[in-house]
């Protein structure tokens, strides 16, 4: 009988997110290798993270979870991404901003005051927005994401967040009603 293949990736994460992916006493890591039937090795003082196992379709979903915890979620709504038809996009703002200034202020521009922006597209949208480093990420399904993803472009390139929120709860009534006549 031959061997099953296994299957491997590598990925990076900020050095100070690692403490939140291994969770206290390695919780959530044990879990994350229970449900993804692999092995994750974690290299702390690098940030390194490697990721093996003999189900490609797990691993895959692995290394997103991975990846939405290094990117600034926490562990339970990156697990959203277990589910089918959740994804997560991560959008760079070196695509929109070329000095460390420019980009502290699209941060602001996506957050808003208090984090209202921020709230307001994640509430209409039904996803979760982190802001983190130089990178928005976005998780939800996929339409939704698709959705929160051009506000947030739309956002960063300089449009009106009063128009951003009315595009988004057209979006939202439009979803809304192919829901229903789906059912």
């Known amino acids: ?3 099953i293949e296994e299957y491997e990736y590598e990925l990076k994460i900020p050095k100070e997110r690692v403490a939140i992916l291994i969770g206290i006493k390695g919780k959530v890591k044990k ?5 993804g039937q692999c092995r994750i090795e974690v290299d702390s003082k690098e940030g390194d993270v490697k990721l093996s196992g003999k189900d490609s379709v797990k691993l895959y979903m692995m290394r997103d979870l991975i990846k939405a915890i290094g990117r600034g979620f926490n562990p339970d709504i990156a697990q959203l991404l277990l589910k089918q038809d959740y994804c997560l996009e991560v959008i760079s703002l070196t695509d929109f901003a070329r000095s460390p200034e420019s980009m502290q202020r699209l941060k602001g521009r996506v957050i808003g005051a ?3 922006s921020r709230s307001i ?12 480093g130089k990178t928005i990420s976005i998780i939800g399904t ?3 994401v698709a959705v929160a993803k051009r506000a947030i472009e739309t956002l960063l ?3 009106q967040h009063s128009a951003v929120y009315k595009s988004l709860e057209k979006a939202r009534r439009e979803l809304k009603r192919r829901e229903i006549e789906g059912m």
């Not at 509430?123 to 979760?128: A, G, I, Q, R, W």
Request: glycine share 10%.
């Open 142 to 144: 996929t339409e939704s």
């Open 31 to 35: 879990q994350f290798e229970e449900y």
């Open 121 to 132: 597209i994640e509430k209409l949208t039904e996803t979760f927005i982190s802001v983190y």
């Open 157 to 159: 390139e300089g449009g």
């Open 114 to 116: 208090k984090g209202k």
């Open 1 to 3: 009988m031959p061997e």
